[in-house]
C-alpha cells in the first residue's frame, strides 16, 4: 500500500523533530490527555465486522451456485462421483452461462461492429480465476479515473483514502481499491493479474470437505478482508502507536497531523494473495518487473520481502506503508493455515449437502 503524499512510518523520534516546521517545535502545554483522543474501536469493529461478513456471503453464494449447477445437471444424466473442491463439470456450466451473457452482449451491438466480437471472444479466452481479476482491476481503473477529475477530487479526498486521524471507518475499505498515481496503480495491477491466479487455484484443491462449482466469491471475500485487515494494521498502529509517541514528544496535536498522512491501495491485499501463492506453491518462481528474465524461488521473494518492511516498519522509511503490508502479510499466513479450512466449515454450517462433510466439521 502505497502513501501518498509520502506517508510514512516515521523516523527516529529526535530526526524527526528535527525536520518539523519551527512552530511544531514550541513549548506550549499540551492539552488535556482526553481532548484529542482519537477513537480505534469503531474502527476495529467496522473492519472485522464487514470482513466477517463477507465471508458468510461468500460462502452463501458458492453453496448456492453449487447447489444451481447441481439442480441443473441431475436433469441430463445421473452423476458418477462427487467431487470434493472443484468440480469441473459444474465449473463447465458455470462457462456455459458466461457464454451465453457474452454473445448476448456482443449482439446488442449488431454485425457491422467487429471490435465487440474481438473483446467478447477475448474475454471469454481468460479463465474465471482471469475474469475475477479483471473486474477487480475495472473497479480499482474506475476509481483511479473518478479521482483525476476534478470535479470528484473533494470527494475522493474525503472518502477514497484513509486517514489514520479521521474517524471515517469506510475509508478502510473504499481505500483498497483507490490508487492517486498512475504508476502506483499500474504496479499493483500488474502484481494482480500476475499472482492473483495461483491463489484462487489454491482455493480450488481436492481436499476440501464439499464440491463447489466456483471459487470466486472466496476470493473476492478473500481479497477483501485481507485489505480491511491490513488498513486496520496500519490505522492502528498510527493512532495507537505513533500519533502518541508524537504528542508526547512535540506536544503538539498539530504536529502529528503533519507527519501521519493519509494511506490508500490494494498492496495489502496483494502481499496476503503473494502469501498464500508462496506457501501454496513453493516449487514456483516469480520475476520482478525490471529484470523479468530472472527468475525468483517465490519463497525467497516473499522471505525478502517481509524483511525488508520489518526493516521499514523499525527504521522508519517514508516511502511505503510498511505496517499495511506486514498486515497483508500476517492475514495471508493465517489463511493458508486456517482460513480457508474455516471457510469450508462455515460452507458445510450454512447448508453443504455432503453428510460426510458434516461429520468432519462436527468433529
Known sequence: MLLSPLRTLRPPLRTLLQQLPRRFQSTVPPPPPHAHRIPIGRHVVFGVGLGAAGTLAAALLT??????????MSGWW?????????DPELASLRLREVVQRVRKAVGA?????????????SYLNLTEEKRTQLAIIGLTAGVFVAWNIPACRGFAGKYLWHDPLATRPVTLLTSIFAHKSLPHFAFNSIALWSIGSACSSYFDHHD??????????????????AGLFSSLVSHVYSVGVLAPRLRQATSSVSAARHAI???????GAIYACLIV?????????VSLIFVPFIPIPI?????AMVTLDLAGLLRGWRLFDHSAHLGGAIYGLWYYLSGHQLFEQLRVALGGSSSSAKRIARS
Open 208 to 225: 476440501d470437505l464439499l464440491p463447489r462449482s466456483t471459487s470466486r466469491y472466496e476470493f473476492l471475500a478473500f481479497f477483501v478482508a
Open 78 to 86: 445421473p452423476r458418477q462421483r462427487e467431487w470434493k473442491g472443484l
Open 109 to 121: 451491438f449488431g454485425d457491422d461492429w467487429r471490435l465487440p466480437t474481438i473483446l467478447g471472444q
Open 63 to 72: 453453496n448456492k451456485d453449487t447447489a444451481d449447477r447441481k439442480a441443473q
Open 261 to 267: 498522512l493519509p494511506s490508500l491501495g490494494s498492496s
Open 277 to 285: 501463492t508462496g506457501l501454496a506453491y513453493p516449487e514456483a518462481t
Open 299 to 303: 519463497g525467497g521473494a516473499c522471505a
